[in-house]
């Protein structure tokens, strides 16, 4: 799965709007790039009244856009649910053809 490519154009609209246009680290404002897939971070980890090291019943996923710096390398991560409009699709899946090259 990767983000529809309209929905990084509105999130890069976004983040620039609020005023990242340059990399915070180095100063950088041609090196800042967002990331075409999805990175999925999970918030939560093993109940507190257990030693079983799995996942409790308390955790959410988050859906973050990957920013990162080309120069130097300064990562950031934004959660895609601030940049949603609706009930729009803003995810797209990919399939592996018969040459194993990934499309649409």
Request: proline share 6%; net charge negative.
């Amino acid at each position: 799965m990767r983000w529809r490519q309209s929905f990084i154009a509105e999130v890069s609209q976004a983040l620039q709007q609020l005023g990242l246009r340059a990399c915070p680290v180095c100063g950088s404002a041609d090196a800042l790039g967002v990331g075409r897939f999805p990175v999925f971070v999970l918030d939560g980890g093993p109940r507190p009244d257990s030693d079983d090291p799995s996942l409790g019943e308390d955790h959410d996923l988050t859906f973050a856009v990957r920013i990162e710096c080309t120069a130097c390398g300064h990562l950031m991560l934004f959660n895609a649910q601030k940049y949603r409009t609706g009930d729009e699709p803003i995810l797209v899946r990919e399939r592996a053809d018969e040459e194993g090259q990934l499309r649409e």
